[in-house]
């Protein structure tokens, strides 16, 4: 099992661009969350899905959008781009037979630069 | 709204010694706490999930304890090694399933 995985691992843009950010869930998950983490600071939760449609959203702008595909995979879109968008972008699968007895599997991130 | 808050930021000691963590949150209406582990640059690493229900849990060296109606909980990291260093961080979830993170407790074990 490969375990949650994210593409690409760094990626580097300017502002105004936009960036498409990828995420393959832990095998037998169907629930992907997807965090935001600025530098020194704790990952802030955007928003998660399941069976293919945003569930839950944090405190984003509508810039920040995603997608669920049929295999659970997902995307994180985030639309012209801005120097505070600078972070390591987290992806967290997970069960919703077990979703508040398990953890979320986090995978290793993409680190996004923009200048 | 939740906010956690961890205590110390920061944290040296030398190897060998016993190191408690703290951790509190300010909404005790929480289905479970995580604790994980992050390394420089790295994805998280989940060390104990305590259930709401539930007053510790312990793995290896690692014991976690939850009091929901104060709204705290504290990492005990028993016989610290120089492979302990990373930053820890934890995080009760709500009801909509969202992990709500502090900003983590960087530990330095040093040799």
């Known amino acids: 099992d490969a375990g949650v995985t994210q593409s690409p691992t760094h990626l580097i843009k300017t502002r105004g661009q936009q960036v498409t950010l990828r995420c393959s869930p832990k095998?037998?998950?169907?629930?992907v969350s997807w965090y935001q983490q600025a530098l020194g600071q704790g990952p802030q939760f955007i928003f998660q899905?399941?069976?293919?449609?945003?569930?839950q959203r944090g405190n984003f702008p509508d810039r920040f959008s995603g997608h669920q595909f049929p295999n659970y995979s997902s995307e994180l879109n985030v639309n012209a781009l801005l120097l505070g968008d600078s972070a390591l972008y987290l992806c967290?699968?997970?069960?919703?037979?077990?979703?508040?007895?398990?953890?979320?599997?986090f995978g290793p991130g993409t680190r996004l630069t923009v200048l | 709204k939740q906010e956690v808050t961890q205590i110390p930021a920061a944290l040296s000691v030398p190897e060998g010694e016993n190191l408690v963590l703290n951790c509190s949150f300010t909404?005790?209406?929480?289905?479970?706490l995580q604790w994980f582990r992050q390394d420089p640059g790295k994805g998280l690493t989940s060390l104990l999930l305590?259930?709401?229900?539930?007053r510790e849990q312990t793995s290896g060296r690692l014991n976690a304890s939850l009091d929901k109606s104060s709204g705290r909980s504290t990492l005990y990291i028993a016989a610290s090694q120089p492979g302990d260093s990373a930053t820890y961080l934890c995080a009760p979830m709500d009801s909509s399933y969202k992990l709500i993170f502090g900003s983590g407790t960087r530990l330095l074990v040093r040799p």
């Open positions: 899905y399941y069976e293919e449609e945003e569930r």
């Open positions: 967290a699968s997970s069960s919703r037979l077990v979703r508040f007895t398990d953890t979320q599997y």
């Open positions: 909404d005790s209406a929480i289905y479970n």
């Open positions: 305590i259930q709401s229900s539930q």
């Open positions: 095998s037998g998950h169907d629930t």
